[in-house]
Structure formats: structure tokens, C-alpha cells
């Protein structure tokens, strides 16, 4: 899970950064709130022995034809 939840936060802090929408110290920020809020949300949530079981639950929404992902939305409102 520490792997997954890295490259996912890796990615996310990238794709701000690339947009110009972030500084350095906030992406810093985001990355440890975002991390954060995933391990505490997906503790319960991940097998190992099955990776496809929770997936849909894991899902993480990033476009424009959906709602905002709460998730991503918390952790930028908290860095």
C-alpha cells in the first residue's frame, strides 16, 4: 500500500506543479496531507492477497465531468 499511495501522491503533486498551480512549500504540504488522509482512508480498505477487491472504493476522480473527489479536496484544504 505505501508504494501505491506514493506514486499516486507523486503524481498528483506533479500534475499541480506541471499546471503552475502550486509552489514548491505547498506542494511539500499537499504531498504529506494528501499521503496522510489516504493511508488513514484506505487502511481498512486494502488486500494484498486480492489488489482488485476495493478498487472502486480506492478510486480517486480527477476530471472535469465528475464532482470533485472529497478526498483531494480535503487534503488541498488542509495544506
Known amino acids: 500500500m505505501k508504494e501505491e499511495i506514493a506514486a499516486t501522491v507523486f503524481f498528483i ?3 499541480a506543479k506541471k499546471r503552475g498551480k502550486l509552489e514548491k512549500r505547498r506542494s511539500e504540504k499537499l504531498a504529506l496531507e494528501l499521503t496522510a ?3 488513514e482512508t484506505y487502511k481498512n480498505h486494502w ?17 472535469k465531468a465528475q464532482q470533485r473527489d472529497p478526498l483531494l479536496e480535503r487534503a488541498c484544504q488542509q495544506s
Not at 49 to 62: N, T
Request: net charge positive; with cysteine.
Open 13 to 15: 503533486t506533479r500534475l
Open 37 to 39: 488522509i489516504l493511508f
Open 47 to 63: 488486500y494484498p492477497e486480492c489488489p482488485a477487491r476495493g478498487q472502486a472504493f480506492r478510486c480517486l476522480r480527477m476530471n
